[in-house]
């Protein structure tokens, strides 16, 4: 290789590398500005329950509007935000932004709709993590079990103690916990009794074949009635088509999303999506109400 290419392979490589590099701190150094010129959005994708078709909540997905490069999805800067320190102020901007969204959300009488946020390891495990929640809970006085956290099967490469001592105190403050993208990490089963989860969102690479491939089907179908027999929740995320809801729903899954029902969607189109819906709260207060 080094013969064919020689002096100008090398030359090239190393401005490659330099190139990367260079646009890596590019984009540090907007994302830091990003961060303080509020370029940053939550867009928000309904989560179903599935035998009542209503909706039992949301879930927060952040968005970057880069002023030359447009609407950016997270893929594209969470790595960088998670390499630099930013991610501790990016998710603090996220959770914000979800707490003051679910107050104005309650303030125009909804009332019931959880916000589930995605936290990343590092910003888990961030010293104030806890106590800032708390702190922010309060604030925008919000009922605790209202909020929650969607972590991954990552933050149990973290020791043990460490992690028992997060998880104590996020259930003493009463939020959720969701464990996302669950099939495709780190994979000891021994923490789902361990730790106090609520709930189980099966990864969407498992949705895309259930309908051809019978290894992802009987994968789906054991996750959910492993889950169930653990007394959590299930949701199937990713979920695009009628066949894999009906699929879900012969399995007894109880929550879905995915583009078959929503995309994430931004903050103006809610309000029209919570009146045209059957929102799940309401249907168990006033299961006699006819829908609008
Ligand atoms: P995730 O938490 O697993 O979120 C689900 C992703 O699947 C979202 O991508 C969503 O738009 C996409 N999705 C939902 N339904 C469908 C579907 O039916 N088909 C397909 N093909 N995709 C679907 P998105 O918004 O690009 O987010 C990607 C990931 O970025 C998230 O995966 C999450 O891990 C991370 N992320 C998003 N927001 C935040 C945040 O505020 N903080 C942190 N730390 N991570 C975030
Ligand atoms: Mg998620
Ligand atoms: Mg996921
Ligand atoms: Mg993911």
């Given amino acids: 290789f080094a013969k064919e290419s020689g002096r100008n392979g090398v030359q090239f490589f190393r401005q490659e590398i330099g190139q990367r590099v260079q646009n890596r701190l590019t984009m540090e150094t907007e994302l830091r500005q990003a961060l303080q010129e509020d370029q940053l959005e939550l867009h ?23 002023p030359q490069k447009g609407l950016l999805p997270p893929d594209r800067f969470i790595p960088i935000a998670e390499e630099s320190n930013l991610i501790q102020a ?8 979800a707490c003051r969204d679910m107050r104005s959300w309650r303030n125009q009488g909804f009332e019931s709709l959880p916000v589930s946020v995605n936290i990343s390891a590092r910003q888990l495990f961030h010293d104030d993590f806890t106590s800032s929640l708390a702190r922010l809970l309060k604030e925008y ?4 079990e209202q909020l929650e956290l969607e972590v991954t099967e990552t933050i149990f490469l973290q020791k043990d103690t460490t992690v028992e001592k997060v998880m104590n105190h996020l259930k003493n403050i009463g939020v959720g916990l969701v464990l996302d993208d669950f099939g495709t990490g780190y994979s000891s089963l021994s923490y789902l009794n361990r730790f106090h989860i609520d709930k189980l969102k099966i990864d969407r690479s498992f949705m895309a074949h259930i309908c051809q491939k019978e290894q992802d089907a009987i994968l789906t179908a054991t996750i959910i009635r492993m889950a169930q027999s653990l007394g959590m929740q299930v949701v199937a995320e990713g979920v695009e088509t009628a066949g894999q809801e009906l699929f879900l729903m012969e399995q007894g899954c109880d929550l879905a999303q995915g583009y078959f029902y929503y995309k994430p969607q931004p903050i103006e189109s809610l309000r029209d999506i919570f009146v045209q819906n059957k929102l799940c709260s309401r249907a168990l207060e006033d299961p006699e109400q006819p829908m609008p």
């Fill in 44 to 66: 928000y994708q309904p989560i179903w329950q599935l035998t009542e078709k209503c909706i039992v909540g949301l879930e927060a997905l952040v968005r970057w509007r880069h």
């Fill in 90 to 97: 990016l998710g603090q901007w996220v959770l914000n932004a």
């Fill in 141 to 144: 006085a919000l009922p605790p």
